[in-house]
Each structure stands twice: as structure tokens, then as C-alpha cells.
């Protein structure tokens, strides 16, 4: 009977503990936005600021070769069309698998 009492204490102090942690974590370890110096002008938050300005257009340049070599633009309409029903198919097959 000792045992089974342990047993359900201690789910709940663990609980406990690992929300104490998370809120100990999250408070330690994740900077909020207001926290940046923007009065500092140190190289390395010049270049963290350019970089954050940078990184979007990176992105898109790097998904536009991507896309590119994939040679989708290739296909003609009829192919397109094709491919949304055959799409549209499979969209409802697995729809019945999860009912």
C-alpha cells in the first residue's frame, strides 16, 4: 500500500519539477526581443543585423535555383492538371484510411 501511495505522489512532483525546469530554462536560456542592445554598435551585432536583414532574400534565391533545376517548367498544362487529380485522389484515399 506504501508503494502504491509513492507511485501516485510521484507523477505529480515530477510534474511540478519539470515545470519549474521549463520555466527555469525558458527564463536562462531565450533572449527577448527587448533585450537587444540597439544603442550597441559592436562589429558582431552589425553583422547579426545584417545578416537577419540578409538571410530572407538568401532564401528565396536559394528556393528559385532549387526550383529551377527541378525542371518543373517543363510541363505543359495538361500535365499540371493531371498531376492536381492524381493528387486529388490521393488526398481522398487517405482520408478513408483514417476514418
Avoid at 7 to 16: I, L, N, R, Y
Avoid at 33 to 53: A, C, I, Q, V
Amino acid at each position: 500500500m506504501k508503494t502504491e501511495l509513492e507511485k501516485k505522489e510521484a507523477p505529480q512532483t515530477s510534474k511540478v519539477t519539470n515545470a519549474f525546469a521549463l520555466a527555469l530554462r525558458n527564463k536562462l536560456f531565450k533572449m527577448d526581443d527587448g533585450e537587444m542592445h540597439t544603442d550597441d554598435n559592436s562589429e558582431l551585432l552589425k553583422r547579426l543585423r545584417d545578416w537577419n536583414e540578409h538571410k530572407h532574400d538568401y532564401q528565396l534565391e536559394m528556393f528559385h535555383k532549387k526550383a529551377a533545376q527541378a525542371g518543373m517548367a517543363e510541363l505543359d498544362e495538361n500535365q499540371i492538371k493531371i498531376m492536381i487529380i492524381k493528387l486529388q485522389q490521393i488526398e481522398k484515399l487517405l482520408k478513408e484510411l483514417g476514418k
